[in-house]
C-alpha cells in the first residue's frame, strides 16, 4: 500500500471552485469533524502555463491555434490559468530548470520521445 501525503497538482482547480482542500483539512486538524462543502463551482477548468502550455507552444506544429487558443482563454471566466504564488518563487524556479533542461535535450532530434517521456513521468509523479 502506498501512502501519499501530498496535495495533487489539479488541486487548484477545487481552491477556485470554491473547495479550499487544505483550509479543510488545516479545519480538520485543529477542530476535528467539519460540515462538508457541498457548494461550488462546475465547468471550471485552468491552464498549467508553466511548463506545460509554453511546451506546448514550442512542440506543437499548429502554433497559431494554440496562440488563438491562449487568447480566447483570457476572455474566459471559466479558464484560470494555474501560475504559481509570487511569494514563493522556488516552485517556479524549479520549473524553470525543468524547462532548460527539456531544451537542451532537444539539440538531438532522437531526444524528443525523451523529452515526451520525461515530462510525462515529471507531471504523473507529482
Known amino acids: 500500500m502506498e501512502v501519499n501525503s501530498r496535495f495533487w497538482d489539479s488541486?487548484?482547480?477545487?481552491?477556485v471552485s470554491g473547495i479550499d482542500f487544505p483550509y479543510l483539512l488545516y479545519q480538520m486538524a485543529m477542530n476535528g469533524d467539519i460540515h462538508p462543502v457541498l457548494n461550488y463551482r462546475t465547468g471550471i477548468k485552468a491552464r498549467w502555463l508553466l511548463p506545460g502550455d509554453i511546451m506546448?507552444?514550442?512542440y506543437n506544429p499548429q502554433r497559431g491555434?494554440?496562440?488563438?487558443s491562449?487568447?480566447?482563454d483570457l476572455f474566459n471566466k471559466d479558464i484560470k490559468l494555474y501560475i504559481p504564488a509570487g511569494d514563493d518563487p522556488l516552485?517556479?524556479?524549479g520549473t524553470l530548470l525543468e524547462i532548460l533542461e527539456m531544451l537542451e535535450m532537444l539539440v538531438s532530434p532522437n531526444n524528443i520521445k525523451k523529452l515526451?517521456?520525461?515530462l510525462w513521468t515529471r507531471r504523473?509523479?507529482?
Request: hydrophobic share 60%.
Open 11 to 15: 488541486l487548484y482547480l477545487g481552491i
Open 56 to 58: 506546448n507552444l514550442i
Open 65 to 68: 491555434r494554440v496562440i488563438i
Open 70 to 72: 491562449w487568447i480566447k
Open 91 to 93: 516552485p517556479v524556479l
Open 116 to 118: 515526451a517521456y520525461l
Open 124 to 126: 504523473r509523479n507529482r
